[in-house]
């Protein structure tokens, strides 16, 4: 502690990523990252861009990002923001759109960074805790609130649910923004950029995305949001008066050509899809309880045995996966889809050690 310090930083309790460990060998299940590596034409874009033209400033607009972005998804380019990974976009997104004289409200059990900014920014949140099936009920969030947001599938736990709940939770919510974080949503999970479509775009939605999962991008940071261009325009504002180069030239040209290889993305979202099915199955066989999953990790508990125990034993053996120290999922472990070499490292050792 530094008597230099501003007073909100002694009150802060930061988010903790998942852990990088340095070890020589080693079956990483603990950050969900994607077991395939990115799309060859990204890896090409990003070596193109490695010339001299990095002494210059990269498009501080991200134009060309923002049309493919919108070209895919069929919307118009000022209906997209993009920042510096989700997380940054979701930074501007609470500090832009969500801290209001109402409290921001989303889930007991969920993103652990959504605290870390209510904190940060001053913001006021209601918790809403999941249902006795780790469930996100939309009808819990019926009282008035500066904002809702929650992802869809939820994290930890890899529930999700349908679109049609979201678009109803979103209409009875005209007065504030609804935030949908679809970090997970290509493995799986019905997404709500078709909301935004049009004349029917909803005004109050905002969906974010990042392409360090499913586009196996996480070492170039890069995410995005959609949604009506004023929610977009407020962003835009917050980011010019924080950083108005947020993207590097590497990372514009590697994830324009990453969204343009939809054939990439679909290709490798399937075979973690059907890892993850097998996984749940050799998993089920051991007698573990996995909740239903349309994310690439899963969450799994043994009703015979202490989460923190099977973590450190699982990582004495050099497979790391993700444990909480948290109220009522103290005795789950979130488990990354790895490939199918990596799945079946992870039961063999699970087998020895309930054995």
Known sequence: MSRFWSPVVQTLTPYVPGEQPQMQRLVKLNTNESPY?????????????????????????????????????????????????????????????????????????????????CKLFGI???????????????????TPNGGIIFPNPNAPTGRSIPRSEIEALVLRNKDSVVVIDEAYVDYGTESCIPLLRGANCQ????????????????????????????LIEGLERVKNSFNSYPLGRLAQAGAVAAIEDQAHLEATSAKVIQTRTKLIEQL???????????????????PKHAGAKLYQALRDRGIIVRHFKSPRIEEFLRITIGTDEQSNELVAALKEILS
Do not use: C, M, W
Request: zero cysteines.
């Open 37 to 117: 590596g990115p799309s060859p034409k990204a890896l090409a874009a990003i070596e193109g861009q490695n010339t001299a033209d990095l002494r210059l400033y990269p498009d501080p607009e991200g134009a060309a990002l923002k049309q493919a972005i919108a070209k895919l998804h069929g919307l118009d380019a000022n209906q997209v923001f993009v920042g510096n990974g989700s997380d940054e976009v979701l930074a501007h997104v609470f500090a832009g759109l969500l801290k209001q004289n109402k409290p921001v409200h989303f889930p007991d059990i969920t993103y652990s960074f959504y605290p870390v900014y």
């Open 124 to 142: 006021n949140a209601q918790i809403v805790p999941l249902n006795e099936n780790f469930e996100i009920k939309t009808a819990d969030y019926q």
């Open 203 to 230: 005004e109050n939605l905002l969906v974010v995305h990042t392409l360090s999962k499913s586009r196996a991008l996480a070492g170039l940071r890069v995410g995005f949001a959609v949604g009506h261009p004023a």
């Open 284 to 302: 089920d066989a051991l007698g573990f309880a996995t909740l239903p999953s349309t994310a690439n990790f899963i969450f799994s508990r043994h």
